[in-house]
């Protein structure tokens, strides 16, 4: 099953029943100051009272529950305490634990005897709870036997940290049915910037929830007047299911529609999506390769011109054996003698390399072409030195040649010089508000040079905007791949600058991986936002989830597809959220029809082959 179908829906919980009720003894009220702004209604559903047989403290207490009350984990509570010289002061917290025992036996097999009533005993039911605020901020323990309320819609909010918040975005659902939301702050670049999501392949859902991510920040009114220039990249290698984003999910029910209304948000596909796609391979028009879309898919490539000029050779080197390998200055000597000797032919990008001094020299028109020049010259001891700059052994320069050779097959659909000119083959942001880059077609050396040269394009492009506004968020997937945490490789580079200066510049990574122990240590640390869903038992024992309390760790290895667990600066605790099914199509069979393409659209689809013609997802003429 795809990953971006197994977001589950999630719990239709209704809230708890708010009101304003007081409640005498042990000096503790249920009303008093710490309600929320605006009149927001306080906590009268009482679920025990503080236990005197714990030790309670400022930042933590346990709960003896109610007869017939229960509570589970994630649940949001609060009591008060009356000092006397700050007046009442509300604790807020979220359980963490929750614990039901025999009272009154005293061998494991009294429960049988209980059971059979011959041994009198009482069930008790308790829950620990983490102090998340205390507000104002007088750090007392709360008193033993004073009352302890499921939180209501305002000590909620304050328990939380939402009504600080003056830019939220919805995640998702509490465990509650309530909205969560994360501080906008810590995404646009303000006081933060970045996500990490972690999770098993499969069954984390960390796509699905990357992309309700960030359809809650299109549409949650966060972005205002900024929301019809803000970008997302996204880089698709999970087959064509995220091809379909602006298209309708049909099997969108009415529970799960309720759960976008109460979220605040509408209901629907993303408004304006464009895919970009490689050629086929052996296509001498370069038609996109894809089969299941055929509307707004442009394809990409690089002229043989364009990788000489901007010296993408070194994007051609980026698997962990060339990041071991020794001939990385060999890489840049050869780069920088393509820029100078490279001239232009025609207007299809083909190049022709002429050495100073040479009369003439060889046409290039296909990245193969390319390579077998480049071998000849180095192979020739009398025009080696001429591209090496320096004496260079030849067990390196054959070990250069070696894994440039080896890479003709799976780049030669995407670097090339025969194709006609004029036809729009760039990966850009300009013509849609989410642009998708389509690389499940790719070999994975391809996929490298992909995502390397396009994050280095629009990093520059923003650099040179000189604005962090409007906003690019930049969604990658299989961070480990291209950011491992050892070795050194040109997209590292290009990431670690993006999560270390992108927030400046407006570039805001959205990264998942299936170990984010295996990640780049300083790009997990520069995300203000750490998600994570089902996580391998082994995994979730790493340093890297140290922000997951122990009971939170253990429950993330048998949490369902859905289900994450968020922590952001401002909540001292990860909070356990439920995002609702998708209302976008997660692959063709749920496509519903799409409205007709906007001008942007239409223009550059004009020089798509496939514009007019039926595809899988349309309907087959009668005839």
Same mark, same amino acid.
């Given at each position: 099953?795809?990953?971006?179908?197994?977001?589950?829906?999630?719990?239709?919980?209704?809230?708890?029943?708010?009101?304003?009720?007081?409640?005498?003894?042990?000096?503790?009220?249920?009303?008093?100051?710490?309600?929320?702004?605006?009149?927001?209604?306080?906590?009268?559903?009482?679920?025990?009272?503080?236990?005197?047989?714990?030790?309670?403290?400022?930042?933590?207490?346990?709960?003896?529950?109610?007869?017939?009350?229960?509570?589970?984990?994630?649940?949001?509570?609060?009591?008060?305490?009356?000092?006397?010289?700050?007046?009442?002061?509300?604790?807020?917290?979220?359980?963490?634990?929750?614990?039901?025992?025999?009272?009154?036996?005293?061998?494991?097999?009294?429960?049988?005897?209980?059971?059979?009533?011959?041994?009198?005993?009482?069930?008790?039911?308790?829950?620990?709870?983490?102090?998340?605020?205390?507000?104002?901020?007088?750090?007392?323990?709360?008193?033993?036997?004073?009352?302890?309320?499921?939180?209501?819609?305002?000590?909620?909010?304050?328990?939380?940290?939402?009504?600080?918040?003056?830019?939220?975005?919805?995640?998702?659902?509490?465990?509650?049915?309530?909205?969560?939301?994360?501080?906008?702050?810590?995404?646009?670049?303000?006081?933060?910037?970045?996500?990490?999501?972690?999770?098993?392949?499969?069954?984390?859902?960390?796509?699905?929830?990357?992309?309700?991510?960030?359809?809650?920040?299109?549409?949650?009114?966060?972005?205002?007047?900024?929301?019809?220039?803000?970008?997302?990249?996204?880089?698709?290698?999970?087959?064509?299911?995220?091809?379909?984003?602006?298209?309708?999910?049909?099997?969108?029910?009415?529970?799960?529609?309720?759960?976008?209304?109460?979220?605040?948000?509408?209901?629907?596909?993303?408004?304006?999506?464009?895919?970009?796609?490689?050629?086929?391979?052996?296509?001498?028009?370069?038609?996109?390769?894809?089969?299941?879309?055929?509307?707004?898919?442009?394809?990409?490539?690089?002229?043989?011109?364009?990788?000489?000029?901007?010296?993408?050779?070194?994007?051609?080197?980026?698997?962990?054996?060339?990041?071991?390998?020794?001939?990385?200055?060999?890489?840049?000597?050869?780069?920088?003698?393509?820029?100078?000797?490279?001239?232009?032919?025609?207007?299809?990008?083909?190049?022709?390399?002429?050495?100073?001094?040479?009369?003439?020299?060889?046409?290039?028109?296909?990245?193969?072409?390319?390579?077998? !020049?480049? %071998?000849?010259? &180095?192979?020739? *001891?009398?025009? @080696?030195?001429?591209?090496? $700059?320096?004496?260079? +052994? #030849?067990?390196?320069?054959?070990?250069?040649?070696?894994?440039?050779?080896?890479?003709?097959?799976?780049?030669?659909?995407?670097?090339?010089?025969?194709?006609?000119?004029?036809?729009?083959?760039?990966?850009?942001?300009?013509?849609?508000?989410?642009?998708?880059?389509?690389?499940?077609?790719?070999?994975?050396?391809?996929?490298?040079? !992909?995502? %390397?040269?396009? &994050?280095?394009? *629009?990093?520059? @492009?923003?650099?040179?905007? $000189?604005?962090?506004? +409007? #906003?690019?968020?930049?969604?990658?997937?299989?961070?480990?791949?291209?950011?491992?945490?050892?070795?050194?490789?040109?997209?590292?580079?290009?990431?670690?600058?993006?999560?270390?200066?992108?927030?400046?510049?407006?570039?805001?990574?959205?990264?998942?991986?299936?170990?984010?122990?295996?990640?780049?240590?300083?790009?997990?640390?520069?995300?203000?936002?750490?998600?994570?869903?089902?996580?391998?038992?082994?995994?979730?024992?790493?340093?890297?989830?140290?922000? #997951?309390?122990?009971?939170?760790?253990?429950?993330?290895?048998?949490?369902?597809?859905?289900?994450?667990?968020?922590?952001?600066?401002?909540?001292?605790?990860?909070?356990?959220?439920?995002?609702?099914?998708?209302?976008?199509?997660?692959?063709?069979?749920?496509?519903?029809?799409?409205?007709?393409?906007?001008?942007?659209?239409?223009?550059?689809?004009?020089?798509?082959?496939?514009?007019?013609?039926?595809?899988?997802?349309?309907?087959?003429?009668?005839?």
């Amino acid at each position: 099953m795809s990953e971006q179908t197994e977001a589950a829906a999630a719990n239709g919980a209704t809230g708890d029943t708010a009101g304003r009720a007081t409640a005498s003894g042990n000096g503790a009220t249920a009303s008093g100051n710490g309600t929320a702004s605006g009149g927001s209604a306080v906590s009268a559903d009482a679920v025990g009272r503080v236990l005197g047989t714990h030790a309670a403290s400022p930042l933590s207490f346990w709960v003896g529950l109610e007869p017939g009350r229960v509570v589970q984990l994630d649940d949001v509570v609060v009591t008060r305490r009356d000092t006397p010289d700050y007046g009442p002061v509300l604790v807020a917290g979220v359980v963490s634990a929750v614990e039901a025992r025999h009272e009154g036996a005293g061998f494991d097999s009294d429960v049988f005897l209980i059971a059979d009533g011959a041994l009198p005993a009482a069930v008790v039911e308790c829950a620990e709870v983490r102090v998340t605020r205390v507000e104002p901020e007088v750090f007392v323990p709360p008193l033993p036997g004073a009352p302890v309320y499921r939180a209501a819609s305002g000590d909620r909010d304050q328990a939380l940290y939402f009504d600080v918040m003056d830019r939220r975005v919805p995640m998702g659902l509490g465990r509650d049915g309530r909205p969560m939301y994360v501080n906008f702050d810590f995404l646009d670049g303000t006081r933060g910037a970045h996500v990490s999501i972690s999770g098993v392949s499969g069954v984390a859902t960390k796509t699905s929830f990357a992309t309700f991510l960030l359809y809650s920040i299109f549409h949650s009114g966060v972005l205002g007047a900024e929301a019809a220039n803000t970008k997302a990249l996204i880089f698709s290698v999970k087959g064509e299911d995220l091809l379909f984003l602006d298209h309708a999910n049909t099997r969108l029910d009415a529970a799960a529609t309720a759960q976008y209304a109460r979220l605040g948000l509408p209901a629907g596909p993303f408004g304006s999506v464009h895919v970009f796609a490689p050629p086929r391979p052996r296509d001498p028009n370069g038609v996109p390769d894809v089969s299941a879309r055929t509307r707004d898919v442009s394809a990409y490539y690089w002229t043989l011109a364009e990788f000489c000029a901007e010296e993408l050779l070194r994007f051609v080197f980026t698997d962990a054996d060339d990041e071991r390998a020794q001939y990385s200055l060999l890489v840049g000597q050869v780069a920088a003698r393509l820029q100078s000797w490279a001239e232009p032919v025609g207007d299809s990008g083909a190049v022709r390399i002429r050495r100073p001094g040479a009369e003439d020299g060889p046409v290039c028109r296909t990245f193969g072409d390319l390579v077998d !020049v480049i %071998g000849a010259e &180095l192979a020739d *001891e009398g025009t @080696r030195a001429v591209w090496t $700059g320096a004496p260079t +052994p #030849l067990g390196t320069v054959n070990a250069f040649l070696r894994r440039l050779r080896g890479a003709v097959r799976a780049l030669s659909p995407i670097v090339r010089g025969d194709l006609p000119g004029g036809r729009p083959h760039g990966i850009g942001t300009s013509d849609a508000q989410v642009s998708i880059v389509d690389l499940h077609n790719l070999p994975d050396r391809a996929q490298r040079f !992909v995502v %390397g040269v396009t &994050l280095r394009g *629009e990093f520059s @492009r923003k650099e040179s905007a $000189g604005t962090a506004r +409007p #906003l690019l968020f930049v969604v990658l997937d299989e961070l480990n791949k291209y950011a491992p945490r050892e070795g050194e490789s040109p997209i590292k580079e290009i990431l670690l600058d993006v999560a270390e200066r992108g927030r400046s510049l407006g570039v805001i990574l959205i990264g998942a991986q299936q170990t984010a122990s295996e990640v780049e240590r300083r790009i997990v640390a520069n995300c203000s936002v750490r998600i994570a869903g089902r996580l391998d038992p082994a995994e979730a024992t790493r340093p890297e989830y140290g922000w #997951l309390p122990a009971a939170a760790r253990d429950r993330a290895t048998i949490a369902r597809p859905g289900t994450m667990f968020v922590t952001q600066p401002e909540i001292p605790v990860p909070l356990a959220v439920t995002f609702p099914f998708p209302a976008w199509a997660t692959r063709p069979s749920e496509a519903a029809a799409r409205p007709a393409a906007s001008p942007v659209l239409r223009n550059r689809a004009a020089a798509d082959p496939f514009t007019g013609l039926p595809g899988p997802d349309d309907d087959i003429p009668p005839f």
